[in-house]
């Protein structure tokens, strides 16, 4: 117990990392990819075994089709390599209507069952539904928890 008037440090803390990418044109897979210009960031992961991954994007689809854009956690630390450990999905992205319009949002998901200590990588991924889509910006940020 610290007596009144110690100092008190946190164990093991560890901040936030994030990636930053702008233009990912002309996407035309219908499963997710990382594009040719990867965004994501390499982190250690915390004890807990639990991450949070926000991420952010301005996007549009070109056709009468969708574009989804989702983030996952992959192995090692080259963004745009290794497998997926928990990796995108539809039920956690954002998606565009069925028009060209450009829309902007954000998204998070909070994964659980990680390797502690491990060194992996969290990147944002697209697909189309047909035709093609743009992301004009996008930024990705992982949380670690305690």
């Not at 994030?18 to 044109?25: A, H, I, P, S, T």
């Not at 944002?124 to 930024?139: M, W």
């Given at each position: 117990m610290p007596s009144a008037g110690q100092?008190?440090?946190?164990?093991?803390?560890?901040?936030?990392?994030?990636?930053?990418?702008?233009?990912?044109?002309?996407?035309?897979?219908?499963?997710?990819?990382?594009?040719?210009?990867?965004?994501?960031?390499?982190?250690?992961?915390?004890?807990?075994?639990?991450?949070?991954?926000?991420?952010?994007?301005?996007?549009?689809?070109?056709?009468?089709?969708?574009?989804?854009?989702?983030?996952?956690?992959?192995?090692?630390?080259?963004?745009?390599?290794?497998?997926?450990?928990?990796?995108?999905?539809?039920?956690?992205?954002?998606?565009?209507?069925?028009?060209?319009?450009?829309?902007?949002?954000?998204?998070?998901?909070?994964?659980?069952?990680?390797?502690?200590?491990?060194?992996?990588?969290?990147?944002?991924?697209?697909?189309?539904?047909?035709?093609?889509?743009?992301?004009?910006?996008?930024?990705?940020?992982?949380?670690?928890?305690?």
């Amino acid at each position: 117990m610290p007596s009144a008037g110690q100092d008190i440090f946190a164990l093991n803390h560890q901040f936030a990392w994030r990636g930053v990418n702008d233009d990912e044109l002309a996407i035309t897979s219908t499963s997710y990819t990382a594009g040719s210009v990867p965004c994501g960031v390499a982190f250690t992961v915390p004890d807990s075994g639990t991450v949070t991954l926000i991420w952010y994007a301005y996007y549009r689809i070109n056709t009468s089709n969708q574009i989804f854009i989702s983030a996952g956690v992959y192995s090692g630390a080259v963004i745009g390599s290794g497998s997926a450990i928990s990796g995108s999905t539809d039920t956690r992205s954002l998606t565009s209507e069925s028009s060209g319009d450009d829309r902007a949002g954000m998204a998070m998901r909070t994964i659980e069952g990680l390797t502690p200590q491990a060194v992996v990588h969290a990147r944002i991924e697209a697909r189309v539904t047909g035709g093609n889509g743009d992301i004009l910006n996008r930024e990705i940020l992982v949380i670690p928890h305690p």
